[in-house]
């Protein structure tokens, strides 16, 4: 008995040991065999052939960041889970640039254990997208989500402009970088200042709102819609937002890590919100209230008016 105990807590103590020690381990790039080239700027190799230790300057698209990659979804993961494991010879032999890499639906597609995510809803909206009718399967997941880096922010985190920042810049990384923009589309990007300047405060709505609540069809059921309608459908119109009824009700606010939110009446809008939108926290008490006092001013205007017409 004494034994199993034992055996137990070791069990449990070399399982947390691991986890940490794997979560901790792409904080470690200087022990990390492949990161210790692909975190810097610079790497340093052996040339065999001149038997001398060269530094180079890294691909700065090959350089990956070590905070993100430890914070996200995938952080028990080892490189050589994904990528081949002939990686680990440096030069990389060039057929490896020929690898077809795993896609998120390979591994996450008819998975029970991660139904909530609906991932095959996920694929099918996104193939109604725009990009997706532009460019086809050129336009995979990986083009918005960093297989490497992706943290699901929308569920995980309690900060609406935390999540609303994290959307946008999975946008923004494409949408405001030329040479991403050009590699997938061959012409320059148009510039989002400009197409967006009939909207006040651009500023302050981007920091509020995502990308994604004016340009995408809302779908029930879904957490984060995948269908980026063509700019003719984009939402124009403020009251769709500034309304009680506010779209942001079904979309940016429906999480349930936020599920304050969704639930305002004008006091704890006031109280939990960092964004407080003109026209959607409605109070119906006081809306009660300023019909009562509207009914008594005409009353008291009436009762006026027939007194003075009696005086006469
Ligand atoms: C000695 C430095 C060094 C080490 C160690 C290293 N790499 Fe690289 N890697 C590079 C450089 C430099 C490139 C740029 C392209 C090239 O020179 O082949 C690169 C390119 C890549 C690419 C992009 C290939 C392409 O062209 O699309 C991948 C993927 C990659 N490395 C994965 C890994 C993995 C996984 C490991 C660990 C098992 C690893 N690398 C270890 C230096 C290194
Ligand atoms: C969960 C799977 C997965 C893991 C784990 C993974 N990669 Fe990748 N990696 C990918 C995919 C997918 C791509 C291609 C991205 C694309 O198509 O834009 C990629 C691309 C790359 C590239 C090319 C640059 C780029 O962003 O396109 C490099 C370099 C790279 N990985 C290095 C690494 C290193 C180093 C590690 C370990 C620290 C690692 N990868 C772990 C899936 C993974
Ligand atoms: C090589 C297989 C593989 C690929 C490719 C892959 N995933 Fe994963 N993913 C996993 C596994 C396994 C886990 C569970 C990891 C864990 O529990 O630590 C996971 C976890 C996740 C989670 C968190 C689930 C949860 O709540 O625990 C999300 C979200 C996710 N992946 C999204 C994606 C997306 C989006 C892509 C494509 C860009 C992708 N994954 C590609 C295997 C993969
Ligand atoms: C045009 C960009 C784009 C493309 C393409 C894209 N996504 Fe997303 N995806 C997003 C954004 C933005 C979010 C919200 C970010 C967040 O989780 O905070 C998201 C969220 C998700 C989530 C988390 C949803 C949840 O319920 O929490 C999953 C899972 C996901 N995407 C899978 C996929 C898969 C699978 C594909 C490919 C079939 C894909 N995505 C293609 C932009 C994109
Ligand atoms: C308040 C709603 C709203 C928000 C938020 C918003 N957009 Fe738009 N966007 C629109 C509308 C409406 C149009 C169409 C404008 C027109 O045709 O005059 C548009 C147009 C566009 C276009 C088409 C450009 C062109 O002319 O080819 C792109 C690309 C775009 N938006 C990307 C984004 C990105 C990326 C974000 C997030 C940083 C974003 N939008 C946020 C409403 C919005
Ligand atoms: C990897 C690059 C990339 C990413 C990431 C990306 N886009 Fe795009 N997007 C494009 C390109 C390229 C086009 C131009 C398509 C065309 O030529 O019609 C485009 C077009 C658009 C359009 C305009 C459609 C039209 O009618 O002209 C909108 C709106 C848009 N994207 C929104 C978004 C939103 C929202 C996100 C994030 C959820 C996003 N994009 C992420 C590359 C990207
Ligand atoms: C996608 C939803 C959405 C749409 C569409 C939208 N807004 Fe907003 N707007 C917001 C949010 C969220 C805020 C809250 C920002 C904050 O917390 O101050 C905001 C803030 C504002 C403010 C700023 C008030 C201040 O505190 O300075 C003004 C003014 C405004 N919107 C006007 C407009 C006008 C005019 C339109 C139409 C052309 C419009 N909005 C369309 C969501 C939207």
């Known amino acids: 008995m004494k034994y199993r105990l034992f055996t137990l ?16 381990y792409y904080n470690d790039p200087e022990n990390h065999e492949c990161l210790k080239c692909h ?47 002939e990686y680990v010879t440096y030069p990389h032999a060039s057929n490896l640039k020929l690898e077809s890499l795993i896609t998120c639906l390979d591994c996450h597609g008819g998975d029970e254990s991660f139904a909530s995510y609906q991932f095959e809803k996920i694929e099918e909206e996104s193939q109604k997208s725009i990009h997706y009718q532009v460019y086809g399967d050129n336009f995979t997941c990986s083009k918005c989500h960093s297989q490497h880096t992706y943290a699901a922010t929308a569920r995980t985190s309690s900060d609406v402009l935390e999540i609303v920042d994290y959307s946008n810049k999975m946008c923004l990384s494409c949408h ?11 012409h320059e990007n148009p510039q989002l200042i400009q197409v967006h300047d009939w909207l006040p405060n651009q500023e302050l709505h981007f920091k509020h709102v995502r990308c994604i609540e004016c340009h995408t069809e809302i779908v029930d059921g879904l957490m984060v819609s995948h269908n980026i ?6 939402v124009k119109n403020c009251v769709e937002c500034h309304t009680t009824n506010s779209r942001l009700k079904s979309s940016l606010y ?3 890590n936020l599920q304050k939110r969704s639930e305002t009446g004008i006091f704890n809008a006031v109280l939990s919100n960092e964004s407080y939108v003109i026209g959607t926290h409605q109070s119906p008490f006081l809306k009660l209230l300023s019909i009562i006092i509207f009914l008594a001013t005409l009353v008291g205007v009436a009762t006026h008016t027939i007194f003075r017409i009696l005086k006469k």
């Open 229 to 234: 309608q063509e700019k003719a459908k984009a």
């Open 254 to 256: 429906k999480y349930q």
């Open 9 to 24: 807590i070791s069990i449990i103590l070399f399982c947390t040991l691991w986890h940490h020690s794997k979560a901790q």
């Open 39 to 85: 975190s810097g700027q610079a790497y340093t190799f052996h040339n065999e052939l001149m038997d001398l230790e060269e530094k180079k300057l890294m691909n700065p698209y090959f350089i990956l960041d070590t905070v993100a990659l430890a914070l996200g979804v995938h952080n028990l993961f080892d490189c050589t889970d994904c990528h081949s494991y």
């Open 176 to 186: 405001n970088n030329m040479n991403k923009y050009q590699l997938v589309s061959g």
